[in-house]
Structures are given as structure tokens and as C-alpha cells.
């Protein structure tokens, strides 16, 4: 408070000695311009004056709140892309346990291919090389039929886990650019 009084006077004083210096310099018999001249700054102090002091409040509080509301948006869109990072790593997982499961069915095939194999060789010799040509050709029909199986999963999986996604991340707008694009690409074919 002391400290404010202090400001006030030392403006006031300024304030004082730069219009008494006016009205002494002034040329003219006349006191109106001197007047409306001090006036003009009396009610500009008396607005800056009431500005600060009732509108200087109000105005950081909406500050301080707009400051906290775009916070707390950010901190809303940092959560959504969390749980989006979460779900690409958990959709990355279950990628990679498929990956793990094909290959383990791959080399069970393999495994079985061989013991057909060599079975086949022992029990005839003289129908090994057709029969070895019948099991590598079972053996890979096997793994095709797998991995066809496997690409039918991924892509039921990946459309169900889409489903869930685009409605929540792609306008109206965005599906219309989509289609047309489709379309466009199609009629070139």
C-alpha cells in the first residue's frame, strides 16, 4: 500500500509541474486551451486509473482461464493419443503372435513334410521320387491354406479393429474424398 501511495504521488507531481509549465508558457490571454488541455489528460488519468483498477482483475482471471481450459484440452488430446498408442502397440502384439503362430505351424509342416519323406523313401524306392513330389506338394498347398487362413484373420481383425477407429477419426468429408478417390482410381482400370 505504502508503495503504491508513493507511485501515485511521484506521478502526481510529474503530472503537476508538466501542466503548470503548460499554463505559464501559454501564449494566449485565453484559458480554455489550457483547460481542455489539462482536462483532456485529468480524465485520461481518471480512465486509466479506473481501468486498472476494476478491469485489470477481471481481465487476468479470464487470461488465467483461458490458459487453463486450452490446458486442459491439450492434456484431453495427450490422454486420446495415449490410448491410441496403447492400441497400435496392443494391435502390434497380437501382429506379432500371429507372425509367431504361422512360422511355429511352418515348421511343424516342414517337420512333417520330411518324416513323410523319408518314410515314403524307405517303404518304396521305386515310388520315392513321385511320392516325395506328392509331399512337397501337400506341404505347400498346407502352408498356402495357412497363410491364406492366417491373411483371413489379419483381415477380419484389421476391418473389425478399422470399424471401431475411422468412425471415430474420419469426417463426413474425409469418406467422400475416399469414395471419390476409389471411384476414380476404378474407372481407370
Do not use: C
Request: hydrophobic fraction near 45%.
Amino acid at each position: 500500500m505504502k508503495h503504491s501511495a508513493q507511485k501515485i504521488g511521484l506521478f502526481a507531481g510529474v503530472f503537476t509541474l508538466f501542466f503548470v509549465a503548460n499554463a505559464f508558457a501559454a501564449e494566449t490571454a485565453s484559458w480554455r486551451p489550457t483547460y481542455d488541455f489539462v482536462m483532456r489528460w485529468v480524465n485520461f488519468g481518471i480512465i486509466v486509473l479506473l481501468v486498472a483498477k476494476y478491469g485489470w482483475g477481471p481481465l487476468t482471471r479470464w487470461l488465467r482461464g483461458q490458459g487453463d481450459e486450452v490446458a486442459a484440452q491439450l492434456k484431453d488430446m495427450e490422454e486420446k493419443k495415449q490410448a491410441i498408442l496403447e492400441k497400435m502397440t496392443e494391435t502390434k502384439d497380437q501382429i506379432q503372435q500371429r507372425a509367431q503362430y504361422l512360422e511355429d505351424l511352418m515348421d511343424r509342416t516342414t517337420e512333417a513334410a520330411k518324416q513323410d519323406k523319408v518314410r515314403i523313401v524307405e517303404l518304396a524306392k521305386a515310388e520315392g521320387a513321385q511320392m516325395i513330389q506328392d509331399a512337397k506338394h501337400r506341404a505347400d498347398n498346407q502352408i498356402m491354406e495357412a497363410r491364406n487362413n492366417f491373411r483371413a484373420d489379419l483381415i477380419e481383425e484389421a476391418v473389425d479393429l478399422a470399424a471401431q477407429k475411422l468412425p471415430e477419426i474420419i469426417s463426413a468429408e474425409d469418406e467422400n474424398r475416399i469414395q471419390e478417390n476409389y471411384l476414380t482410381k476404378a474407372l481407370q482400370q
